[in-house]
């Protein structure tokens, strides 16, 4: 049975291109960069030369990418990096964060930090008259996510930064799932930091960065060594690095052709949805979305049980978020938005990449469908409605 693959905001497979650029430098270039003989600093101006690819994929400057290990450390970098600056103080956010930024922000509130945890319209929109009126005078930080990874939503980034500008306030957003798949500048934004994750836009894994612009101090949070200008000590992930630089420079040639396959994907499986399953959902903004991301409710049913249904039939989905799965709480997105916890329940979300193609859809055709009605039988709550 072909395996499917509609699991793309969890990870990407990693494009063989980036693979082939990286495996030289787990073999034969596997100096240390910052060993000062020649093999070396050899690596070292590879190093330089990636981190000038990814800076140059948001339009910032070489010395403004931090490299983490991924976007939960380039989260926790931001938010503790300010905080801890700081000291105390008063952090805006929203209640739709991914888990790395609202679990850093709960940790920082029990360490006697005060929080503004704003809410969202039923699209998962943060409005951006709510965080100007939520700022204060000892406001340090607003972290507001760029494209929510449940439901696609895409904030209005540019005027929070122009807002938080207007204050004075360093205002992070966390990019991981926006990066890689729209054009990202955060000079034309306005960001004074950003987040990001290769392993979400076929790159690899244990690999990430955290853009920090000129001027903006923060604490560092891993102390030992001199890489990253003493920012974040550690012998570099080099692989990742080159692999990390190898995926911008190629999602910067084919990323509005990819846009416009994948979209042509996610809309044929939506609307067969929306026009032959009754009693559905389609979540978040029907423009302000990512193009790869299909969320969907199925009345009376569990998500749970619908994803464990289409894994039977080969085809990966997930539940809410992979990275709460295993909770039986519905998504903390999904109870944000206003949907009821009975509805929240039968989340699925499909979630597409460049490596999909027709058939996969068709497949999802064939055996959605089946599954949809074989649960809702099997349901009390779709017996009485
Ligand atoms: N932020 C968002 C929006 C995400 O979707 C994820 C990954 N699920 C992360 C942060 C964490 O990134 P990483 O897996 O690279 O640690």
């Known amino acids: 049975m072909k395996k499917i693959y509609l699991d793309n905001t969890a990870t990407t497979p990693l494009d063989e291109r980036v693979l082939n650029e990286m495996i030289p430098f787990f073999v034969e270039k596997f100096h240390n960069p910052s060993s000062i003989y020649l093999s070396g600093s050899e690596i070292r101006k590879h190093v330089e030369n990636a981190r000038k690819k990814i800076a140059d994929f948001i339009n910032a400057l070489p010395e403004e990418i931090i490299f983490t290990s991924g976007g939960t450390e380039a989260n926790n970098l931001a938010i503790k990096g300010i905080a801890f600056k700081k000291g105390k103080g008063h952090i805006i956010t929203s209640k739709i964060e991914h888990l790395s930024v609202l679990e850093t922000i709960k940790y920082l509130e029990k360490k006697g930090f005060e929080i503004t945890y704003l809410d969202v319209d039923k699209y998962g929109i943060v409005d951006p008259n709510d965080v100007r009126k939520a700022i204060r005078n000892d406001t340090i930080l607003i972290s507001i996510i ?19 500008k207007e204050k004075g306030v360093p205002f992070h ?6 990066v890689g798949w729209e054009k990202v500048d955060v000079k034309e934004l306005g960001v004074d930091m950003l987040s990001f994750s290769p392993h979400k836009f076929h790159g690899p894994k244990g690999i990430g960065a955290l853009y920090v612009r000129k001027g903006i101090l923060i604490e560092n949070l891993i102390h030992g060594g001199l890489q990253e200008k003493k920012r974040r000590g550690g012998t570099e992930n080099v692989p990742g690095i080159i692999g990390f630089g190898k995926i911008c420079e190629l999602r910067k040639e084919e990323m509005e052709k990819d846009k416009e396959k994948i979209k042509k994907l996610r809309d044929n499986l939506e609307n067969f949805i929306k026009e032959n399953i009754p009693e559905v959902l389609i979540l978040g903004h029907p423009l302000k979305r990512l193009y790869s991301i299909s969320s969907v409710c199925f009345k009376y049913i569990e998500g749970e049980s619908i994803l464990l249904n289409l894994d039977f039939e080969g085809i990966c989905v997930s539940s809410g978020s992979a990275c709460t799965s295993g909770s039986l709480e519905p998504s903390h997105v999904l109870l944000a938005m206003g949907i009821p916890h009975e509805i929240a329940h039968g989340n699925i979300r499909f979630s597409f990449g460049k490596f999909n193609e027709e058939d996969d859809v068709e497949r999802v055709k064939e055996v959605l469908p089946k599954v949809i009605n074989k649960l809702r039988q099997m349901s009390p709550f779709w017996e009485k409605k």
Do not use: S
């Open 173 to 178: 957003t966390d990019g991981v799932m926006m």
């Open 146 to 164: 760029f494209a929510n990874n449940e439901i696609g939503t895409i904030q209005d980034i540019k005027e929070i930064a122009k807002i938080a």
